[in-house]
């Protein structure tokens, strides 16, 4: 018998991949350049925020984890008109999409913003953001797995650079910065806690990795490893800057740890200036990142209101995201959106779809019933 | 069909200097090149197809697989590319390769030419498939990855495994310099000095005083000179075109330099980024990287380090999304499969020729 190459050859993700998924999807200028809006808030115990704001995610990765292996065939939105009704599931899936473009204008204004201070000083801030949106259209009109084959490939372009900056800078830490512990009270560590977990926006990816996996139930333990993996990151990271710049230096700066790699030093190295090392990870972080979002977005869109032309809304949100970026007037009130989006991020990574999960339960939808 | 002495002489044909292994040429002839590989696989499983591709030229093409290795789905493509070629006359190989590859625009080959027998053994064990065209001297493998077409014999031969896994690695640093080093070099020295070393800084400034080009527009006048003297080398009879290049080559760099036209950096780069590109071994390949060097650079002249990056990604996008009759293009690296870092990435100690799963008949 005669088989084509599709039912002979898959495409399907195996789910040993997933801890690299995570890690550059969820990584991006926010929580590479270490929360900032976590030291206002928890100062020199942001250590133990993260510590704390770890569990809160690995439980939220759970439930997610437990949503999604009751639909292993069918992504989110696919699956929530059968467990709140159309009407309710369409403002659910409206308020995703919402989400995920004014991320996308976030995303694109910072890259604007990253490329102005490190790179290109005087170019248009358009300039930057059309070179990497082209890139991020053209890998997503390809569906996928193509995006998690590039997350694969370029991972240890990605994942070196960052522990050798980590290696690098762990001889500078100096432990009377992280003196006195909870002279606040344990309230900032708490709040701390909960932005720090609103960080890990791209999280709900895993609710859209069900139909793509070869086999969904061993998706579990590689899952937990990858957020094992970035909390562990984002707690050395935070570690790292306050250990080493002391939280009055932090507070005060606008990329901590790129501030941080410049007090390197290492006697009769070639190399003077490590910021480098930083630039390539997180330029490689915010591609990623924004072309998972538009993934989210435009299929999303495409698969709630059944368009056929694909290709078409990929390019109409890329460009709708981009052109929003003129709504965002200046830098500080970019800061101040990120921080209302973290906040956002909150519902739309773990209240909805924990309270998804319960609604599954109790009108007994999905699987494992 | 029937096994008698080799009749396929050996002719010297140096594409690619070999310490270790056979030096079997194919022929042009098919039925000799047919024969000299049933000879050294008398396996009842190797199985051949006939096809006749060519409205004018009726040219005999024969495909050949090991029927319990190879993919059905991947033969079944492969049978069903080759009927539809519409071509009227098949003069090489080329002719049937751009008809049943992938993708026409792509600049990296998703098929493997080979001339030799050993490595048709090795395709055809891994369960791929050959492709064999009447007087022609080269065969294709297909399908092809990245890693495929950066492996080179000497990796299987060579005794000892970490040797082979330490040039393999090597070899794609080699890659990398090839396609990056003078966009690196561009977008560092006129986007962000600041980044380099202030003793390399104050060398490169030094030995630029008093040269007249920008630094790219030196770096782009370089490569292409480099790229002329290359041409001669290749379209020059052998010892002629050796003589001529070199002396063109030293000639040119010796009086830019003594003249301060071109500054002593430059040369470094560019003389680095050519000899790296020599370590790649397939020439499709090779002439590719040329290419995208162009592209990288222009892209660092124009957006510095950013425009590298991007450049870079735009490439890493391009191969993500790149398949090879079915197979992701950069396996076993995207998608991760480590059972085929034993003889792609690296080379794995075994007694066997390490195998790996990418091509075979996948679980249901």
């Given amino acids: 018998m005669t088989m084509t190459i599709k039912e002979n050859v898959k495409d399907k993700i195996d789910p040993r991949a997933i801890p690299l998924i995570l890690l550059l999807t969820i990584i991006e200028f926010e929580l590479f350049t270490v929360a900032r809006k976590v030291f206002l808030i928890a100062g020199r115990d942001s250590w133990l925020a993260a510590l704390l704001g770890g569990i809160f995610v690995t439980l939220g990765t759970y439930f997610l984890l437990r949503l999604m292996n009751r639909f292993p065939k069918q992504n989110f939105l696919q699956y929530i008109p059968q467990i709140w009704g159309k009407p309710i599931a369409l403002i659910i899936a409206l308020g995703y999409f919402l989400f995920w473009g004014s991320f996308l204008t976030l995303l694109f204004k910072n890259t604007a913003e990253v490329n102005q201070v490190f790179f290109l000083e005087k170019t248009p801030l358009l300039i930057p953001i059309f070179l990497i949106a082209i890139g991020a259209v053209w890998l997503v009109t390809y569906g996928f797995v193509p995006i998690i084959r590039f997350i694969q490939i370029i991972s240890p372009v990605f994942l070196i650079p960052i522990l050798l900056a980590i290696l690098l800078t762990l001889s500078e830490i100096e432990i009377r910065n992280f003196f006195p512990i909870l002279a606040n009270g344990i309230t900032p560590v708490l709040k701390g806690a909960v932005i720090y977990a609103g960080y890990f926006q791209g999280l709900e990816v895993i609710l859209f990795l069900s139909p793509f996996l070869a086999d969904t139930n061993k998706a579990f333990k590689p899952t937990l490893i990858g957020i094992g993996l970035l909390n562990m990151l984002a707690f050395v990271s935070i570690t790292l800057v306050i250990g080493i710049l002391g939280i009055k230096n932090t507070n005060e700066m606008l990329w901590p740890a790129f501030a941080m790699m410049s007090i390197i030093e290492i006697p009769g190295f070639p190399a003077e200036r490590f910021e480098l090392l930083l630039t390539v990870p997180l330029l490689i972080g915010v591609f990623v990142t924004i072309s998972v979002t538009l993934y989210l977005l435009s299929y999303g869109i495409i698969q709630v209101f059944k368009i056929s032309h694909k290709k078409t809304v990929i390019y109409v949100m890329a460009l709708i995201t981009i052109l929003a970026i003129m709504l965002v007037p200046d830098f500080a009130w970019y800061i101040k959106f990120r921080g209302i989006h973290t906040y956002a991020a909150i519902i739309f990574i773990y209240f909805l779809p924990i309270s998804t999960l319960t609604l599954a339960v109790l009108r007994k939808k999905g699987e494992y019933l | ?364």
Wanted: proline letters at 6%; one cysteine or more; glycine letters at 4%.
């Fill in chain 2, 1 to 364: 069909m029937e096994s008698t002495h080799p009749i396929v002489e050996v002719t010297p044909r140096a594409e690619q200097q070999l310490y270790r292994g056979s030096k079997q040429l194919y022929s042009e002839s098919i039925e000799e090149n047919l024969q000299s590989l049933f000879q050294r696989l008398p396996d009842p499983n190797l199985v051949t197809e006939e096809f006749i591709i060519g409205s004018r030229s009726k040219t005999k093409v024969v495909i050949a697989y090991l029927q319990d290795v190879a993919n059905t789905g991947i033969v079944d493509e492969i049978k069903d590319r080759l009927n539809k070629i519409k071509a009227e006359v098949i003069l090489d190989t080329s002719y049937v390769e751009r008809n049943i590859q992938d993708s026409i625009l792509s600049p990296f080959p998703q098929v493997e030419i080979v001339s030799k027998v050993n490595i048709t053994l090795t395709a055809l064990t891994q369960g791929r498939v050959a492709i064999f065209v009447d007087c022609c001297p080269e065969i294709i493998i297909a399908p092809t990855t990245f890693f495929d077409l950066l492996d080179t014999p000497e990796d299987a031969y060579r005794r000892w495994f970490v040797a082979s896994s330490f040039f393999r690695i090597a070899r794609f640093i080699s890659f990398i310099i090839a396609t990056l080093l003078p966009s690196f070099y561009i977008a560092l020295t006129s986007f962000n000095p600041e980044l380099i070393p202030s003793m390399l800084t104050l060398t490169i400034t030094a030995a630029r005083e008093g040269t007249p080009f920008p630094i790219y527009l030196e770096a782009f006048i370089l490569m292409g000179v480099a790229e002329i003297v290359r041409m001669v080398m290749i379209r020059m009879p052998n010892t002629t075109g050796l003589a001529i290049s070199i002396f063109a080559g030293i000639t040119l760099v010796l009086t830019g330099l003594v003249t301060n036209i071109i500054s002593g950096p430059i040369i470094i780069i560019v003389g680095l980024t050519i000899i790296a590109s020599f370590t790649i071994p397939g020439f499709d390949l090779r002439s590719s990287i040329r290419i995208l060097q162009f592209f990288t650079m222009l892209m660092a002249t124009l957006f510095g380090l950013f425009g590298l990056a991007v450049s870079f990604f735009y490439i890493l996008v391009h191969l993500s999304t790149l398949k090879t009759f079915g197979i992701p293009y950069m396996a076993p690296l995207g998608p991760i499969e480590l059972s085929g870092w034993g003889h792609t990435i690296f080379r794995k100690t075994s007694v066997d020729m390490p195998q790996d799963e990418t091509y075979k008949p996948q679980k249901k």
